[in-house]
């Protein structure tokens, strides 16, 4: 039974159905700007402690885990789409019962999902490590971090989808509170475990998921505490059949393509390894740095997820499709003016992560060949959240697992046999699958949407 009270209200939530879209779009994705930008820090502070503080193999260890950590924690994110999705288009509808019977569903499928993924992650990790024919003075620091990282991922895992349901009501100001506090207990709780404890990449990893409990507690009690129509009441948990099923049907394929194409990236990452530890380092520092070059993307991505379902649950078809493209604008024109300077400044921004001048030289040959490609990506990603606003997850998969994975593994495997085996070569590969993926999708959404909405269909 759902225990709904008349005092509930809306407050902190963002009706997005009615107002001008570029102030909406721009107020609701800055906070998530900002929250990604402090949840980057989690692991990109333990990049800049190990590779200052410990060495270059544990700097290596952490770079090339990230691959395996993003395996579980993208397929995850995919299903907390599902979930957004179905919260947002409920919320649009103004459907309070719907709404609520969601967020139960999607807090107890968390909880039962983190202990089903936690014991997955830590029998994972020597079997990932050696398919990636990771170094063997890299191997034992890469397994002290990830069996430590797994054996604490529900407090991400739970945060990730709180904050998940947060958003698709509008609200995206109190996550960024929460992980702005996390983010310095982090980087206090790495500086004391590795500076003062010297526990080496043990305190490392015992920094990161400690501070993201606190941020999963952080997360639940607001929404058992608020007044807000989107309330958790814990005696009403459950697994509704209906509802899991509207979250698995749009979750699973996103899940499905965000795990499939973090998978090739594990292959990506096992070209990259048998150019060494130095190669490896550089493509660690790099791949933090371009993390925070994606971080528009990212947030107009959810930005446009949120937008279309909350316009779709209300009938409004015209501004969703308005709202879809005034996203996919503001992340190319975002990207490309942060994407000058970092090209420009290849070499000192590599140099916050390490010191070692082969590290430095391999980033900033990674950065000077890959940054100005992510143009591409942000039609990518904002598209395909907006076609995830729609509950239309199946299409943006089938495009990113053909491109990402087929295509850029297909290029690889040729590339290194046919053309040379060298570090451009295979770091040229994020572009390839970026470009053939933009057309792809751009090319989907006309036929699917565009096209049938100027016939009048």
């Known amino acids: 039974m759902i225990h709904l009270r008349k005092t509930h209200r809306i407050s902190t939530a963002r009706d997005m159905t009615d107002g001008a879209i570029i102030p909406q779009m721009v107020l609701f994705a800055l906070p998530l700007l900002l929250g990604n930008i402090f949840q980057l820090l989690y692991n990109t502070v333990d990049t800049i402690v190990v590779g200052n503080f410990v060495s270059t193999e544990a700097l290596a260890a952490v770079g090339s885990t990230s691959m395996i950590i993003n395996i579980i924690v993208f397929f995850f994110n995919g299903l907390s789409v599902g979930a957004s999705v179905v919260i947002g288009q409920s919320y649009g509808a103004k459907n309070r019962e719907r709404l609520h019977i969601a967020v139960e569903t999607t807090i107890l499928m968390t909880f039962i999902a983190s202990a089903v993924f936690t014991a997955i992650g830590i029998l994972m990790v020597r079997p990932m490590l050696a398919f990636m024919s990771t170094p063997k003075d890299v191997l034992p620091e890469a397994t002290i971090y990830l069996r430590i990282y797994f054996a604490g991922i529900a407090g991400l895992l739970i945060y990730n989808m709180g904050s998940g349901i947060l958003r698709a009501v509008g609200d995206s100001t109190r996550p ?40 999963a507690v952080l997360v639940l009690v607001l929404l058992t505490r608020t007044q807000d129509i989107y309330k958790l009441i814990w005696r009403d948990l459950q697994l509704d059949g209906q509802a899991l099923k509207k979250i698995l049907l749009i979750g699973l394929p996103t899940a499905l393509q965000s795990t499939v194409t973090a998978f090739s990236n594990v292959f990506v990452q096992s070209y990259v390894n048998v150019f060494g530890s130095a190669c490896m380092a550089g493509w660690s520092c790099y791949n933090k740095l371009d993390s925070f070059l994606f971080l528009p993307i990212q947030s107009m991505s959810i930005a446009a997820t949120t937008f279309v379902s909350q316009n779709i649950g209300a009938g409004i078809e015209d501004r969703a499709r308005r709202g879809t493209r005034t996203s996919v604008l503001l992340a190319v024109a975002i990207t490309f003016v942060i994407a000058i300077p970092l090209i420009v400044f290849a070499g000192p921004a590599s140099a916050i992560f390490s010191d070692d001048a082969e590290v430095i030289r391999y980033s900033s040959l990674f950065i000077r060949l890959n940054t100005f490609f992510l143009i591409f990506n942000c039609v990518n990603h904002v598209l395909a959240g907006a076609l995830r606003g729609r509950g239309d997850s199946r299409g943006p998969m089938i495009c990113m697992i053909a491109c990402f994975v087929g295509v850029r593994q297909l290029y690889l495997f040729a590339a290194t046999r046919l053309i040379a085996n060298t570090e451009t070569i295979v770091g040229f590969g994020y572009p390839v699958g970026w470009m053939a993926c933009c057309a792809a999708e751009l090319a989907y959404y006309y036929f699917r949407y565009s096209r049938r909405a100027k016939a009048g269909e």
Do not use: K, P
């Open 176 to 215: 960024l509170y929460f992980l702005i506090l996390t983010s310095l207990l982090n980087i206090a709780l790495d500086l004391f475990f590795v500076l003062v404890l010297r526990m080496g990449i043990e305190g490392v990893a015992y920094a990161t998921i400690l501070s993201q409990f606190v941020s």
